[in-house]
């Protein structure tokens, strides 16, 4: 499902120190879908916004080694990572190890829930671990100039502390207060050196009765909120709850719950509050890539609401998260805003869930809803799709900000030889792409709906086409350096019945070029923009310049018609000469068979099934008059991508440049 934007991360060896320095990081293109990191687990996320960015330290859950408790928490080590938009992340590697506390235990897996704040120009890293004498968990501090380090773990963990999960709350002026859980959730002064309590420490009054853990404290518009996860009578997994004080240390009014229970009885949840950017988000954990194993949980995002009098609106959980999804990133719609009943996700590997899932759209008018698509950055666009379907069907793709107009619409074929596809695709993932009809302006949300049998999505991708053409500005161009003419008048492709270019033989293609498609076809010299009937189609010449010194006539269709495959291209260009230009010929190459005329004389013939080559064929001796020339081309091809390039050369095989390219009256 995801795709990731890799710098090679080089793991370095413990310092004399005992620091880390990590030289590469790691990109992840997550598009803000929950879960938001997606190439390892990322438990207990604490959220820290350091300098404009957000800095996330989560626990990091690896399956247990052999000699441990396989169906337990197993953490080693912790990773840090931030955005700037909390839609791209990166992984700046591994920040701190068992292996390398100097009062852990090496091989204790306990390295649990941490917390980071900033203060006396220092980063301080507060984390859980087993001690190597003794039982229980302690509380230790790692020390760090930068968020993304590297840190230094103090050689004595904090005296007076015996517990999990440690959270610092820096109050306005200055003094910062160490709270954890073990024996209750409680709290204490920390000195000015944040590595000490400055006395003993309370546990924190008026919580509610049940087991909690995970304290999370904060302080907003003067009031201080103290959440944690909290087991409900007779519920048996962990809601996230909160109450609220006039003082850092309390005593505390219990006010509620942020986030209740796990639907899937995921058995914890653990969670930090932050404001970013005049928003407050919740980061939370929720076990999407292990269902069958609850001790391995990823990192998610909600937004979070304040009523008028303090107290926190209930969050509820979802797939889509927050953020907004760039059109040209991968649109997982399996990350929904919202879905049609019936409508169900599966995991493309469940032998490897880190690849993510896909959406079934199990019959016609089911839909997928995706919100927050920004399209400003599509200027000329197309769509990508991989998809998958049992029997023929189609989809839409709709702007639900636009009253549902349709963007882009596809229609699947899975079996015999329809289309570019010589074998059936039935139930096998295909990348498909689709025409653009409409592209929405700004953030847009959209629908996918299904308009026949069921179809399963993977992933949508909007792109920009490669500028192969553009329409002519100048009054006049030039043949490039190389003699090849790029300006052309080009008529929307006739659509031919091909099934194989083995037919272009001499008397086929003649009889086929000599057909009377529409009126005055070897006498008209169209203006930019004039219509033409050919049968039921309606068609528009187009005045264009290639980007290249080869028309890329396939991808004029894609833009500009409605016939890729099996086409017939009809082109016409006036060269102007200011002299007589005597004994040239005429080089061209095309893609499929084509046919050249001058001056309304044929002049060369590429007959069979032709490769673009430039060159490719060469007409006898020919001469340019003074003035207006008329140079006329015929392209049909069947399956291929239509193209073609002509020039014409001097007897010493050089380039004609002489003259412009002109349809001015």
Known sequence: MLRYNRQRTSKQKAMKQLTFLFL????????????????????????????????????????????????????????????????????????????????GKPDGYSMWAPDCVFKNGKYYFYYPNAPREGRGFAIGVAIADRPEGPYTPEKESIKGVGGIDPCVLIDDNGTAYLYWSGMGIRGGRLKENMTELESGSQVMEGLPEGFKEGPFAFKREGRYYLTFPWVRKDKGTETLAYAMSDSPLGPWQFKGIIMAEHDNRCWTNHHSLVEYKGQWYLFYHRNHYSPQMDKRRSACIEKVSFNADGTIQEVKQTLRGVGITQATDKIEIDRYSSVSDGV?????????????????????????????????????????????????????????????????????????????????????????????????????????????????????????????????????????????????????????????????????????????????????????????????????????????????????????????????????????????????????????????WLNDEEVLLLEGDRRMVQDDGMSQRLTLKKGRNTLRCAVINGPGLSDMCVRFLDEKGNPVTGYSLDFRP
């Not at 839409?396 to 229609?411: C, R, W």
Request: net charge neutral.
């Open 344 to 596: 169900t996700i599966a995991f493309n590997d469940t032998t490897a869930t880190f690849n993510g899932w896909h959406a079934i759209l199990p019959k016609k008018g089911a839909w997928v809803k995706y919100n927050d698509v920004d399209f400003s950055n599509i200027t000329d666009g197309y769509v990508v799709v991989k998809a998958k379907a049992n029997a023929n069907t189609c989809f839409t793709i709709k702007d639900k900000s636009e009253k549902g107009k349709v963007i882009a619409k596809l229609t699947i074929t899975v079996e015999g030889e329809t289309g570019p596809f010589r074998r059936s695709m039935k139930g096998q993932w295909m990348t498909l792409t689709i025409p653009v009809e409409y592209v929405p302006k700004g953030t847009s949300n959209l629908c996918v709906v299904c308009e026949g049998p069921e179809v399963c999505i993977d992933w949508l991708q909007f792109k920009n086409r490669t500028t192969y053409m553009k329409p002519a500005t100048a009054t006049s161009a030039k043949p490039d350096a190389e003699g090849f003419i790029r300006r052309w008048m080009l008529l929307e492709p006739i659509k031919q019945e091909i099934r194989s270019n083995v037919v272009f033989t001499n008397t086929w293609l003649r009889e086929a070029f000599a057909k009377q498609y529409f009126d005055y076809q070897m006498t008209i010299l169209p203006n930019d923009g004039q219509k033409v009937k050919v049968g039921n189609q309606n068609l528009t010449w187009h005045l264009l310049d290639s980007e290249t010194y080869n028309v890329r006539l396939f991808r004029f269709a894609e833009k500009w018609g409605q016939q890729t495959y099996g086409s017939l291209f009809w082109a016409v260009t006036v060269i102007d000469c200011p002299e007589e230009i005597h004994d040239v010929r005429l080089a061209a190459g095309s893609n499929g068979a084509s046919m050249w």
């Open 24 to 103: 590469l990081a790691i990109t992840i293109a997550s598009t803000a879908q929950n879960p938001i990191i997606h190439d390892q687990f990322t438990a207990d996320p604490t959220a820290r916004v350091f300098n404009n960015k957000v800095y996330l330290f989560p626990s990091h859950d690896i399956p247990a080694p052999a000699g441990q408790r396989q169906d337990w928490f197993c953490m080693a080590d912790y990773h840090v990572f931030s955005s700037e938009n909390l839609t791209e992340w990166t992984d700046h590697g591994m920040i701190l190890s068992q292996e390398n506390v100097p009062w």
